[in-house]
């Protein structure tokens, strides 16, 4: 029987339940290298050489966690949240706390064995950790740049310089992401094979090449439509229940954030997108569902630009798997 350690993370620590022979052991350890640490040694006290270790996917803050434990050689899976929920509502718990949620996440891994992550290669984990800086900065630069400019002669001083520190970091991140896929044949193939998209820029490049692997992990469009939360939200029942369709939003919102503009572009010079959005205006679809469509018009195109090692023309008829 394999023993098994139920996660729960949040942002500064995280609560783990071992379960080994029907019975649980308990800790809480900071959500730090440190911290990591500390569960390994842990382990190693309790005489446990190896674990499949499950934690919900929330956000970027299971990532450093997941990664450290493959690296240490035991079985990880990262699941949705929604699965964890049902799960618990299928055994009626009502206990919700930190060690409570552990021990759930514990019990479902037992249960339903769930399939194993893989972390990423460490060029995918660089430019990864080097596009989401960016996206800090930016955030950064934004904020400074909406404060009360009529404000006094010295704060609007101080402001200027504050940006023009952060307009340099960007530009420097920039051309560090840059340099990074052209050292990498792989990625530079990719990044070559997704600028000749009209629409698609650096930063959707980025955000493709990392947050996706560049598709490596993917074998069909509609698991990276799923993974980006573009999947249609349904709900009806019967002939009482019509709920108003919608975009489920349970995934990779950094992706979805990153790819909206390009999809906006994309629907002036794309001639595949362009159609598209021209004929979803003429069913009078309201200018968010367009963009949403767009969107995902926008990853099957990517996905098979990629998946068939051929740029872009809108005369192929590209698989999409």
């Known amino acids: 029987m394999s023993v098994v350690l139920g996660i729960d993370i949040a942002k500064k620590k995280f609560d783990v339940a071992l379960l080994r022979d029907g019975k649980f052991r308990t800790k809480v350890f900071d959500n730090s290298p440190a911290g ?14 190896k674990v499949h270790a499950c934690m919900e996917a929330t956000g970027i803050l299971f990532e450093g966690l997941a990664t450290f434990l493959a690296d240490e050689g035991h079985d990880v899976s990262v699941t949705n949240p929604l699965q964890i929920k049902a799960f618990g509502e299928s055994l009626l718990s009502r206990t919700k706390t930190d060690k409570a949620d552990a021990r759930l996440i514990a019990r479902f891994c037992d249960t339903m064995k769930p399939m194993f992550w893989q972390p990423d290669a460490p060029e995918i984990r660089q430019l990864k950790a080097l596009g989401r800086r960016r996206d800090a900065l930016i955030a950064m630069r934004t904020q400074e740049t909406n404060r009360d400019l009529s404000a006094h002669n010295r704060v609007q001083e101080s402001i200027r310089t504050v940006v023009s520190v952060l307009d340099q970091e960007i530009d420097d991140i920039s051309r560090q992401i840059k340099d990074h896929i052209n050292n990498h044949p792989d990625l530079k193939n990719k990044s070559d094979l997704l600028r000749s998209i009209p629409g698609v820029g650096d930063v959707s490049i980025e955000a493709i090449l990392s947050e996706t692997n560049g598709f ?6 509609e698991q990276v439509v799923a993974y980006m939360g573009l999947s249609p939200k349904e709900k009806s029942s019967g002939s009482s229940v019509r709920g108003k369709a919608s975009v489920c939003k349970t995934g990779n919102r950094r992706l979805r954030k990153i790819l909206y503009m390009p999809a906006l572009v994309a629907m002036q010079h794309n001639p595949m997108v362009k159609e598209l959005a021209q004929r979803l205006k003429q069913k ?35 698989k999409f798997g």
Request: with cysteine; net charge positive; glycine share 8%.
């Open 36 to 49: 990591f640490a500390a569960l390994k040694n842990w382990l190693l006290f309790l005489g446990v050489d």
């Open 216 to 221: 490596a992990n993917f074998s069909k469009v």
């Open 284 to 318: 009078a679809k309201h200018g968010r569902l367009i963009a949403c469509a767009c969107m995902k018009k926008l990853i099957h195109i990517m996905f098979g630009v990629i998946k068939n090692s051929l740029p872009f023309n809108p005369g192929y008829n590209l």
